[in-house]
């Protein structure tokens, strides 16, 4: 069965959507949860497409959220195994003209560059980091200021994105959003977002997706 999506630009979070992250940032969650005495099932719920500082926030408010975000930051820069592409999203990436792609993004721009120079794909112009927001997902500022820099309508955006936390931010910025499957399974997804921002296709990877510069192709 195909589905198939209007789009003029396509915007893509990093971690968990176009990046397989999840063992470098499990190592960095537990070192921390070890060090604070924070259980990891806590951190495991929340911290997927957040802001280290606004997980730490919420899982440890007696802590200095913004310190304690800096330090997991630093660490995650020293780390370089276990980090892999999620399966076709080389070739479909690259497929999206130059002008009308961005990624929207929790890390930093040094963790951006570092990840994405592992795995082959090149960043494209518009990156938008935690260095350019005041807030995290699901605040929508992220992907507003991806489609004003592009100078694309939110409305003709369509957003790949891993957690409940960044969908719900495309929801909020007025896009569109297809759903990976590489941390929450879709009944998963279902629960944690209301109806109203729920994805408009789920896919476990980008194998048997395509874009023809008009439209998206899901293959299902």
């Known amino acids: 069965m195909m589905m ?15 990046i ?12 921390w949860s070890a060090a ?17 500082a606004e997980t730490v926030s919420i899982v440890a408010p007696d802590l200095d959220a913004a310190a304690e ?3 997991i930051y630093d660490s995650q820069e020293q780390l370089t195994d276990g980090i892999r592409s999620i399966a076709g999203a080389n070739a479909f990436i690259g497929s999206v003209p130059v002008d009308r792609v961005a990624i929207v993004t929790a890390a930093t721009t040094r963790i951006l560059q570092l990840r994405l120079g592992l795995v082959g794909i090149a960043p494209p112009a518009v990156c938008i980091t935690a260095e350019h927001v005041t807030a995290g997902k699901p605040d929508p500022s992220g992907y507003r200021e991806a489609a004003r820099r592009l100078g694309i309508a939110p409305m003709d955006c369509v957003v790949f994105e891993d957690a409940p ?11 569109r959003a297809v759903a990976i499957l590489s941390n929450y399974s879709e009944r998963e997804l279902r629960v944690e977002l209301p109806a109203t921002s729920a994805p408009v296709a789920f896919c476990r990877d980008f ?14």
């Open 4 to 18: 198939h999506l209007d789009a003029t630009a396509i915007l893509f979070d990093m971690d968990g959507t176009l």
């Open 20 to 31: 397989d992250s999840s063992e470098a940032s499990e190592i960095t969650w537990q070192r």
């Open 36 to 52: 604070h005495g924070v259980p990891i099932e806590r951190i495991r719920r929340v911290h997927h497409g957040r802001l280290p």
């Open 69 to 71: 975000g800096r330090g």
């Open 165 to 175: 936390a960044g969908l719900l931010a495309a929801s909020r910025a007025g896009m």
């Open 207 to 220: 194998t048997g997706l395509a874009f023809d510069g008009r439209r998206i192709s899901i293959l299902s």
